[in-house]
């Protein structure tokens, strides 16, 4: 049997939900530029440089040494900051996946298939619509759950008679 989300766990799984699925997008954007940024620079042999000695931003091009690519920009390397700023994201997005993994007490081959996200391209955005339905009607569909059992026994309740008030008159 798997194990379920406790009660109390419930209002934060809406929170975790949200918090990975601005995370899953930001990566996700940042691993496209990443891609587009390793197209143009392997295949193009260009690194994109900004407030250089060509202007606000320019394309430079890497000529190929022995000793491997060399850039020929001056300015900020954008294409560096971009594998940066990836990596940090990813980190982000690794422990929003963690946290929603975790309160959602799901099976750890989730947390993996959750974490490819970040590095299989388009892949965050197609989980992060699948995620967060999923998660989302299960939501819907154990605070419905709750409220029909709550209603049930309060209407139960309000049958039997109120011990506590009669053993005070006898007393």
């Not at 000695?53 to 060399?70: K, M, R, W």
């Not at 309000?158 to 005070?168: F, K, M, N, R």
Request: charged content about 20%.
């Amino acid at each position: 049997m798997p194990l379920e989300p406790k009660s109390a766990d419930l209002p934060r799984i809406r929170g975790a939900l949200k918090f990975y699925q601005v995370a899953s997008v930001i990566t996700g954007v940042m691993l496209l530029l990443l891609c587009a940024e390793m197209i143009m620079k392997y295949v193009f042999h260009l690194e994109l440089y900004a407030f250089g000695d060509q202007g606000v931003l320019a394309f430079t091009p890497v000529i190929e040494t022995a000793a491997g690519l060399e850039s020929t920009g001056t300015g900020v390397n954008l294409s560096t900051g971009i594998l940066i700023a990836h990596g940090w994201f990813y980190v982000v997005y690794l422990f929003s996946d963690f946290r929603l993994w975790s309160l959602m007490r799901w099976p750890f081959s989730r947390f993996i298939i959750i974490a490819l996200g970040g590095i299989v391209p388009f892949l965050s955005f197609f989980l992060e619509a699948r995620i967060g339905r999923e998660v989302r009607e299960y939501l819907d569909r154990r605070e419905a759950a709750e409220a029909a059992a709550a209603t049930t026994s309060g209407a139960a309740d309000s049958g039997a008679p109120d011990t506590s008030d009669t053993l005070e008159a006898q007393q």
